[in-house]
C-alpha cells in the first residue's frame, strides 16, 4: 500500500488524549515541555489508539505519563518503587477536579471516508487502567543497560539529578507534610523505573456516536528492519489542536528487540516524532496495527534533540497482558484487546472474531519472510568493532577470507585532526567504557559533543599510521569484532592490516580466526543519483552493552561531490582518467550517531554505494545527525581490487596525497588551482568560498552569542519558517 492510503486507513484509529487539572504551583507542568498553564490549571496532551468495543463505547489506548501526575498521590506512589513488581491498577483515581477528553475523528461514512461536514469532537473519559508491559520494559532495559546513562525526553525539569526532578520542591515540602507524606519522585536515576515509566500505558473508556463497524484492524506479527511505518499523532495538540490533530509521519524500522526472538516486544523507530505524539498507533507498510509511539529516550548531559532514540510498545506485548479482571470489573469492555495464538509458531485465529464483528482488531497475522528482504541480506554484512577500553564502531565484510572495512580514526583517534576552515564534520565514532568479556559495558557512552575534544579532518601530508606491509600492522590496542549470523552474537579477535596515510579515512581489518557464514557486501561502483532512496547500517548509541543488532535508518541522496580527473591511476588510464568526474563525497539524510563510523550507505537494491564517516555539526558543537558525509564505492575501487587480488599495490595508491580530494573533506576551497583547470573561475576561489566561510563564520558567531539569544527568547514573537 502506499503510504497516503495507510496514512488514511490509520488516522481511523488514531485519537488525542487531553488531560487537566488543578496545578496551582506549576509542578505538574513540568512533566511535558509543551502544556498550557492557566489560572492554577495545567493542560498536557498525547496521542492515543480507539478500539471499538461495542457499538456505543470503545477503549481509547494510551501512554500513562499523560495521566500520571493528575493521579491521586497513593497511585503516584506505587509508580515510584523499583521493586514494587509490576503495575497493574484498575480504576486508579484523579485528583478533585482533573478530567480527561478525547478528540476523535467526524462521522464517517460506511467506507470509512470522512462526511464533507464532519468535524472532530471532543468526548470525556474515564481512566480504566494504568498497566505495566513486562515484555516491552524488560527489553528496554536490556537496551540501556544497568547505568543511569538515559533520560525520558520532552519534559522541562531534567531528570539527571534528584534536586532537579520535576517534583523535587513538591517532594522536600512533602516530608513534612503528613497529607503529602509517601509521595516519591515520578523519574528517578533507577533504569528499572525510566524503562516500567516509557512503556507503561493507559486504557480509557469513552462513549462516541460514530458508527465505525465496518473497520478492522490486522495485526503485524513481524517487521523487518527496514520496513515502512507511520505514525499518526498530535503533536503539540494541546496548544492547538486544530493544526496538529492527526498528523503523519513516516519513517522506517530501525531495529527490533528482543533480538533473535519472532516475539518482538519493542520497536526501534527512524522516524519524525515530535512532542505529544506519544501513544500513537504505528502502522506497518501493510496497514497492520505494529504498536504504540513511547517518548524517546536520550543521553543524559547531551542537550542536543538529535541524538535519541524513538521505541513503540508492539501490540503483541500489550495483548500479552491479562485484562480478564479487568473485562469483569470494567462496564466498558475491552474484548479487542486479543492475544494472537501460536501453534508451531504459526498463528490462529481467534473463532469470535471475524468481519461482521463490531470489533476493531481482527487477530489475523500477516507475516513477511525476512528473507525475502534485500536489506536484511545485507545487515549482517555490518558488523561492531571495538577496539580497545574506549570505543566502538561499524565495519563492513569485504570478503570471505574476513576482510574487513572500517575508518580510520576509529584505530587512530589523533588523526585526521586539521582544523578546517569552516569546522563543520564529526567523527561519528563513540566512546565508552568497555568490559574485557566485550558484551558488556561497564560505563555509559558519551556522545561527542563539545565535552569531548573535536575529531577535525587532516590534510594529506600528515600522519602517525605506519605505511602497509603485508599483514604486518602492529596495534597496541585490542581489537574485537561481533559478528551477528541469524540474530546469533559471536566476538572474534582482529588485527589493524592498514590504516590510510592518504585523505581518505579508511582502514582494513583482518579477523584471526575466520568463520565459514561471513557475508561479504556486495558494493556498487557507479554513482547513485541524487534523491535517490538510502539505508544507513551501523551500531549508533547503544553498542555492545545494549547486545542489539544493527539500526538501520533511512534517508536519500542529497547531495555528491564531484572532483575532475582520476584519483587513482593504473598504468596507462591516467590519461584517459582525466575526462572522468569522480564522486569522492556523498551526503546524505538518513540518521547518523555515534557509534555508525564504518557503517555502509545502501541503495534500495540492497548494495554498498559508501562508507560512513562523519556528520556536520553547529558551530556550538551539536552534532547534526541527518547531515552526515560518506565515501562513495568508486573512491573505495582500489581498496575492492585488493580485497579481492590482495595486491597491496592498490593500497599504496590510497596513500598517495591528493590536495584536492583533501580539501573536499575539509570543506575549504583548495589553495591551488592547477589540478582541476576547468572549473577555475574569476570568482570562485575568491568569491564563493569566501563568502560562503563568511556566512558559516556569521551564523557561528550568531550561536554563541548567548546572551543576545536569551534576550530573544523572551520576546514573544512567533516563528516564521
Same mark, same amino acid.
Given at each position: 500500500? &502506499? ?6 486507513? =490509520? ?25 498550557? #498553564? ?36 497513593? #497511585? ?30 467526524? @462521522? ?12 472532530? &469532537? ?9 498497566? %505495566? ?15 543511569? *546513562? ?73 517487521? @523487518? ?13 494541546? +496548544? ?28 526501534? =523507530? ?7 505524539? &506519544? ?25 542536543? $534533540? ?12 500489550? =495483548? ?29 485465529? %481467534? ?10 482488531? *481482527? ?78 559495558? &561497564? ?53 589493524? $592490516? ?19 557464514? +561471513? ?39 542529497? @547531495? ?7 584519483? #587513482? ?23 547518523v550517531h555515534p557509534g555508525a563510523s564504518g557503517g555502509a550507505v545502501i541503495s534500495s537494491n540492497g548494495h554498498m554505494i559508501g562508507l560512513v564517516t562523519s556528520n556536520a555539526r553547529h558551530g556550538g558543537g551539536t552534532i547534526i545527525p541527518h547531515l ?35 580539501? $573536499? ?12 583547470? %576547468?572549473?577555475?573561475?574569476? @570568482? ?38
Amino acid at each position: 500500500m &502506499e503510504a497516503s492510503e495507510i496514512a488514511k486507513f =490509520a488516522r481511523n484509529f488514531s485519537v488525542m488524549v487531553r488531560v487537566q487539572g488543578p496545578d496551582p504551583k506549576g509542578l505538574k507542568m513540568r512533566r511535558d515541555a509543551f502544556h498550557l #498553564h492557566r489560572s492554577g490549571k495545567t493542560t498536557i496532551s498525547a496521542s492515543g489508539l480507539l478500539l471499538l468495543s461495542s457499538s456505543l463505547s470503545a477503549v481509547v489506548v494510551t501512554v500513562a505519563s499523560v495521566v500520571q501526575p493528575f493521579l491521586i498521590a497513593e #497511585h503516584r506512589y506505587k509508580l515510584t518503587q523499583p521493586h514494587a513488581g509490576y503495575v497493574l491498577e484498575f480504576s486508579p483515581r484523579l485528583i478533585h477536579d482533573a478530567c480527561i477528553d478525547v478528540l476523535v475523528e467526524g @462521522n464517517k461514512t460506511d467506507n470509512g471516508h470522512q462526511e464533507p461536514d464532519a468535524t472532530p &469532537e471532543w468526548v470525556p473519559a474515564k481512566l480504566l487502567a494504568l498497566v %505495566d508491559v513486562p515484555a516491552a520494559s524488560d527489553a528496554l532495559l536490556s537496551l540501556v543497560g544497568g547505568q543511569s *546513562i538515559f533520560e525520558a525526553m520532552w519534559s522541562l525539569a531534567p531528570f539527571s539529578s534528584p534536586h532537579t526532578s520535576e517534583l523535587d520542591g513538591f517532594e522536600r515540602k512533602g516530608r513534612n507534610d503528613e497529607s503529602r507524606e509517601g509521595v516519591a519522585l515520578e523519574e528517578s536515576n533507577s533504569p528499572i523505573l525510566l524503562a516500567k515509566s516509557i512503556t507503561r500505558i493507559a486504557f480509557l473508556g469513552v462513549s462516541i456516536s460514530d458508527n465505525k463497524d465496518g473497520l478492522c484492524i490486522n495485526i503485524s506479527q513481524h517487521q @523487518n528492519r527496514g520496513d515502512l511505518i507511520i505514525v499518526t499523532g498530535s503533536p503539540f495538540g494541546v +496548544l492547538s489542536p486544530m493544526h496538529f490533530y492527526n498528523s503523519i509521519s513516516v519513517g522506517n524500522l530501525a531495529n527490533c528487540c528482543p533480538s533473535g526472538s519472532d516475539h518482538r516486544s519493542l520497536l526501534v =523507530a527512524d522516524i519524525r516524532c515530535l512532542p505529544g505524539m &506519544e501513544g500513537g498507533p504505528v502502522f506497518d507498510r501493510h496497514a497492520s496495527l505494529a504498536g504504540i509511539l513511547t517518548k524517546p529516550l536520550r543521553q543524559k548531559g547531551s542537550s542536543s $534533540v538529535y541524538f535519541r532514540q524513538q521505541f513503540a510498545v508492539t501490540w503483541n506485548a500489550i =495483548a500479552s497482558i491479562d485484562t480478564k479482571s479487568l473485562l469483569g470489573t470494567q462496564s466498558i469492555h475491552v474484548g479487542v484487546i486479543g492475544r494472537t495464538k501460536y501453534n508451531n509458531d504459526v498463528a490462529s485465529l %481467534d473463532e469470535s472474531c471475524d468481519h461482521g464483528s463490531p470489533k476493531y482488531v *481482527i487477530r489475523r497475522p500477516v507475516i513477511f519472510s525476512p528473507s525475502t528482504s534485500s536489506l536484511e541480506k545485507t545487515i549482517s554484512s555490518v558488523v561492531l568493532i571495538a577496539v580497545g577500553e574506549g570505543s566502538w564502531a561499524s565495519g563492513i565484510v569485504l570478503n570471505k577470507s574476513g576482510l574487513i572495512l572500517t575508518n580510520a580514526h576509529t584505530l587512530e583517534p589523533w588523526k585526521f585532526g586539521r582544523t578546517s576552515q569552516l569546522g563543520m564534520l564529526e567523527k561519528a565514532s563513540s566512546h565508552a567504557e568497555l568490559e574485557a568479556s566485550l558484551g558488556q559495558q &561497564e560505563n555509559s557512552a558519551e556522545i561527542e559533543t563539545g565535552t569531548h575534544p573535536l575529531i577535525r579532518l587532516r590534510s594529506s601530508t600528515s600522519g602517525h599510521g605506519k605505511p602497509f606491509s603485508g599483514f604486518g600492522y602492529q596495534s597496541s590496542r585490542r581489537i574485537s569484532i561481533r559478528l551477528d549470523f541469524m540474530e546469533q552474537k559471536k566476538w572474534y579477535s582482529a588485527q589493524a $592490516v592498514y590504516v590510510s596515510k592518504g585523505p581518505l579515512d579508511i582502514a582494513l581489518l583482518q579477523l584471526e580466526s575466520v568463520p565459514p557464514q +561471513l557475508s561479504p557486501i556486495q558494493p556498487q561502483l557507479a554513482c547513485p543519483t541524487k534523491g535517490s532512496i538510502v539505508y544507513v547500517i551501523g551500531h549508533g548509541l547503544l553498542g555492545p552493552r545494549s547486545n542489539v543488532s544493527s539500526s538501520v535508518s533511512s534517508g536519500v541522496v542529497s @547531495n555528491i561531490v564531484m572532483i575532475p580527473g582520476p584519483i #587513482h591511476t593504473y598504468g596507462s588510464c591516467k590519461a584517459e582518467a582525466r575526462k572522468i568526474s569522480l564522486p569522492v563525497m556523498l551526503q546524505t539524510t538518513a540518521a547518523v550517531h555515534p557509534g555508525a563510523s564504518g557503517g555502509a550507505v545502501i541503495s534500495s537494491n540492497g548494495h554498498m554505494i559508501g562508507l560512513v564517516t562523519s556528520n556536520a555539526r553547529h558551530g556550538g558543537g551539536t552534532i547534526i545527525p541527518h547531515l552526515n558525509f560518506s565515501i562513495p564505492c568508486a573512491a573505495l575501487e582500489p581498496v575492492f581490487k585488493f580485497s579481492d587480488t590482495q595486491d597491496a599495490s592498490m593500497l599504496e595508491i590510497l596513500d598517495k596525497p591528493n590536495e584536492l580530494l583533501s580539501s $573536499v573533506w575539509a570543506l575549504v576551497p583548495t589553495n591551488s588551482r592547477k589540478q582541476q583547470p %576547468d572549473l577555475e573561475s574569476k @570568482n570562485y576561489g575568491e568569491g564563493k568560498g569566501s563568502r560562503f566561510s563568511q556566512f558559516l563564520a556569521e551564523q557561528n558567531a550568531e550561536i554563541a552569542s548567548l546572551k543576545e539569544l536569551n534576550n530573544f527568547k523572551k520576546l514573544n514573537i512567533p516563528s516564521k519558517i
